[in-house]
């Protein structure tokens, strides 16, 4: 079968499933199966394709059809402007994360700092950070072994083995060191609206990298008051948070003695990240 017809098929498929990004989909999809970049296969449609590649494709577009997400389908995620490996162990990676770590690497430029990344899933904040920031090292924690696995490969994949440690720990029970940085994208979305979320992510995405309970704050909380005992002296506490948490956020970080320097908005303009170090009291 010809290149272009199998994806216009594909593409077809997944619309009928009601997937916006169908075209793109099937063409990212086919793309991991040939192990070639997406802008191949539009210059290549004419090129036939093997009933193996067609077989596993066509397999590959009904995980499609039931909402799996493609970074799971593939196995990796662009993060970064690098693929980390994904699984159903971590969550995938999201562009306005980007976002914190932008500022992050702006404000250590050329600096030597200790991180520490809580609830790390697959590794990529901590990994991008430390491939800007040469002089720098860090840990990340997680309470999913298989996520802590996950993260171990991708450090090996981007060559920072030795700069880079991981470790299957919750956050209230962790004490290894000082921090010049602690950063965490927990668990913020209030379990009542779990349900409303879409298939792709409901269904798939671990639901403890999701739940912040109640009101989404239950992580993030013991994020905060952690951190009092793990940051150092001017160190920064940088955390994601979901939508219209801003303000209740804010207010737990002031009782626990921080000071925000910054605040960065998503893509519709909503707070999605507070950076904020800690006030010492004489």
């Known amino acids: 079968m010809i290149l272009e017809k199998i994806i216009k098929q594909a593409s077809s ?5 009601n997937i916006h990004s169908h075209e793109l989909d099937a063409q990212l999809i086919l ?5 070639v970049e997406r802008e191949l296969l539009i210059t290549n ?7 193996k590649i067609i077989k596993k494709y066509e397999d590959a577009i009904k995980r ?41 690497i702006s404000h250590f430029k050329n600096k030597k700092i200790r991180i520490l990344d809580v609830g790390t899933g697959s590794g990529c904040i901590l990994i991008s950070i430390l491939k800007e920031l040469k002089l720098s ?29 991981f470790k299957a720990c ?34 798939y995405e671990p639901i403890t990298a ?18 009092e005992e793990l940051i150092k002296t001017n160190g920064l506490l940088a955390l994601e948070i979901g939508y219209n948490q801003y303000h209740k956020v804010s207010k737990v970080l ?9 605040k960065e908005f998503d893509y519709n303009h909503n707070v999605r990240c507070i950076i904020s170090t800690k006030v010492k009291f004489f």
Do not use: C
């Open 170 to 203: 919750d956050i209230s029970r962790f004490q290894e060191g000082k921090y010049d940085l602690i950063i965490s994208n927990p668990p913020y979305i209030p379990t009542r609206e779990i349900k409303n979320l879409s298939e792709d992510i409901k269904n």
């Open 210 to 227: 999701l739940d912040g309970g109640i009101d989404g704050l239950d992580l993030i909380k013991k994020v905060i008051y952690k951190s």
């Open 13 to 17: 498929t997944l619309k009928n499933y």
């Open 254 to 262: 002031k009782s626990y003695g921080y000071r925000e320097i910054s």
């Open 31 to 35: 793309s991991e199966i040939m192990k």
């Open 64 to 104: 499609r059809t039931k909402k799996e997400p493609v970074a799971y389908i593939n196995g990796k995620k662009e993060f970064w402007s690098k693929d980390f490996i994904v699984n159903q162990s971590t969550l995938v990676p999201r562009p306005e994360t980007e976002l914190l770590i932008y500022k992050l």
């Open 137 to 165: 090292n860090g840990v990340g924690i997680d309470i999913s072994p298989k996520a802590i696995n996950t993260a171990k490969i991708n450090s090996k994949n981007h060559n920072l083995e030795n700069r880079s440690k």
């Open 45 to 51: 449609s004419e090129v036939t394709i093997s009933e």
